[in-house]
């Protein structure tokens, strides 16, 4: 029997439901499996710590200051834990009904002049400038290229936002989604086992295109690696 016009126009538009909710709701990238070095050929160069900081920045307010950042091999990098940035522009998962921190910016911006989406763009935060280190006299800047390794997945971020003066250890909800950590702003993240690796007089451009900051990344990472 055939169906009627109107039953089978809705039939059609309900089979498109599922696909349109989809393209509307983008998810935070995954990390490329294949570019670049692996989390063990990465991690191998970061067992030793040349400290560059002047002191150590704690993990989050109540704690103690443990955590150094080191220079090797044309980067810095530091082991820590993982807070959840969602500031930047509003979102169904980043607003401030989410996340009881919530600010709507981010210290740098899209290529279109607004600020960062935390959900959609891998990012990490850098320390706001103090005694203790100043991120851009070693080198790093906005859209500065980084590594973030959780276990054994590695993440081509940038650099795009800066945190508190003195705690250390933040990325943003796509960061986390994608490594696998609880993304949740108010209660997820991980409390050890991360590690940044930021790439000196490195930027990429545009801030927000992922898909650049893997590119730029690995063939850092490959330099970093290589490095004595």
Request: with cysteine; glycine share 8%.
């Amino acid at each position: 029997m055939r169906k009627q016009p109107l039953l089978a126009s809705l039939l059609f538009l309900l089979a498109l439901a599922p696909s349109a909710v989809a393209a509307a709701s983008p998810q935070p990238p995954a990390p490329a499996a294949a570019a670049g070095p692996s989390a063990a050929e990465l991690l191998a160069k970061t067992q030793g710590c040349k400290q560059i900081s002047n002191g150590k920045y704690k993990t989050d307010a109540e704690a103690g200051r443990t955590i150094p950042v080191c220079d090797a091999n044309g980067a810095v990098f530091w082991k820590a834990d993982m807070d959840i940035d969602c500031d930047g522009q509003p979102t169904a998962r980043c607003n401030k009904n989410t996340d009881p921190w919530f600010q709507p910016d981010t210290a740098f911006h899209r290529s279109d002049g607004k600020p960062l989406i935390a959900d959609q763009t891998p990012y990490l935060v850098v320390p706001s400038p103090s005694s203790t280190w100043k991120y851009t006299s070693s080198g790093l800047k906005g859209a500065g290229s980084c590594a973030v390794i959780y276990q054994d997945k590695v993440l081509y971020t940038v650099i795009g936002d800066t945190g508190p003066a003195d705690i250390i250890g933040e990325a943003s909800y796509a960061t986390a989604k994608a490594l696998g950590i609880d993304p949740d702003p108010a209660n997820g993240g991980t409390d050890s086992g991360v590690t940044y690796i930021c790439f000196k007089n490195s930027q990429v451009s545009p801030i927000e295109n992922h898909d650049k900051a893997t590119s730029v990344g690995a063939g850092l990472a490959a330099k970093f690696v290589q490095g004595n």
